[in-house]
């Protein structure tokens, strides 16, 4: 809707309803215009990324030649898959704690509410997670079958046709059964895997970047999984609430958003990372090879604003199924995908979006 003011008249006897029908109208223009997106980065001048490991020491770590690596076979897929030439900045190793101290005290207030508390989710909350996976989902109505069909082999709760309501409520369903095994699970120091601190949950890896963030890439070691109100992808909820990545806005990075890939799927070997990668381990070379890939990934969103092509699994922009990245390496193809291939393949169609009162 449009907001405007009217400049002629004022009308004095008003009554209740419409005053609170306009109310509600210059509210709604108001959060919308707390919303923008971040703009289409020019990559036609070198494009350099500032990188940040990121480590919790409570897990498996990789080591500084391992990060080398990962950049170093992701700048060549890069190139490979966008036509770019990325250069990865020295790497700087900040610890979780540090990392977490950028978050402004604002921002967490606000976001606090939309994070789903563990073990202890009520039927409020579920309807709001539908509603949450159903806006995303939304974003792809054109590719409605694909994306069902994409997720169909690994929802716990069986989908009969196309209908996104209906993916919505089995997507939340699976979500949440797989995301109570991190219950039950402990680290190596013996403490749950997940506990009380705050470094699990996606709502705030995503919130990052209001704070004083000086990075453009951050690799962590840390398992982020976790329900919440808003931005549940279809492959993260098929996983339990497991993202493995993600790209966000960030006021301080140089193309408007910062990018994070976590390669704790890759380097423990608990039973459901096992069922869900179809692997009992990985080799070093596989854990750089797939984290690179994924990284990859992820700077196809950072850098060109690039989708999810679902229907096409020669692309390197078509999510992960499950954790399942031998399998989703192999199958790559960037002849077979190349950009404006498609929709979701044109540089601009994804909208990274931030709220410029935060």
């Not at 109310?23 to 959060?31: E, H, K, M, T, Y």
């Not at 101290?101 to 073990?119: A, C, N, S, T, Y």
């Not at 196309?162 to 089995?170: G, I, P, T």
């Amino acid at each position: 809707m449009r907001c405007y003011q009217k400049k002629e008249g004022l009308i004095l006897k008003i009554n209740l309803l419409n005053l609170f029908l306009i109310i509600l109208a210059l509210l709604s223009c108001s959060r919308e215009e707390e919303w923008k997106s971040v703009e289409l980065p020019d990559t036609s001048r070198e494009i350099r990324l500032r990188v940040a490991s990121v480590a919790n020491p409570r897990f498996a770590q990789l080591n500084n030649q391992q990060i080398q690596e990962i950049l170093n076979k992701s700048a060549v897929m890069i190139k490979q898959h966008f036509g770019l030439s990325v250069v990865f900045e020295e790497p700087e190793s900040v610890s979780i704690e540090k990392l977490f101290e950028v978050l402004p005290e604002k921002v967490k207030q606000e976001r606090q509410k939309e994070i789903v508390k563990f073990g202890a989710v009520n039927d409020t909350d579920i309807i709001k997670m539908r509603a949450g996976v159903y806006e995303v989902l939304s974003k792809y109505w054109d590719d409605r079958q694909a994306v069902v069909d994409y997720a169909r082999p690994y929802l716990l709760t069986p989908v009969k046709d196309n209908d996104f309501k209906q993916l919505s409520v089995a997507l939340v369903d699976t979500l949440l059964k797989r995301l109570e095994y991190w219950r039950t699970q402990k680290a190596e120091d013996g403490r749950p895997v997940i506990d009380s601190r705050p470094y699990n949950e996606w709502v705030w890896w995503d919130s990052l970047g209001y704070g004083d963030l000086p990075y453009d890439i951050i690799i962590t070691n840390q398992l982020v999984a976790s329900a919440e109100m808003y931005g549940m992808s279809v492959h993260s909820s098929i996983r339990g609430g497991i993202t493995a990545g993600t790209t966000t806005y960030s006021k301080q990075a140089r193309y408007g958003s910062y990018v994070y890939v976590m390669v704790y799927p890759m380097l423990n070997d608990l039973a459901m990372l096992v069922e869900l990668r179809n692997d009992k381990s990985y080799s070093s070379d596989q854990v750089t090879t797939y984290a690179a890939a994924l990284l990859t990934h992820e700077i196809g969103h950072q850098l060109l604003h690039l989708g999810h092509p679902f229907g096409n699994p020669k692309c390197i922009m078509s999510p992960t199924p499950l954790l399942k990245y031998r399998e989703w390496l192999a199958g790559l193809d960037a002849a077979g995908c190349p950009l404006n291939s498609e929709a979701s393949m044109t540089p601009g169609f994804a909208s990274i979006d931030y709220r410029t009162d935060w």
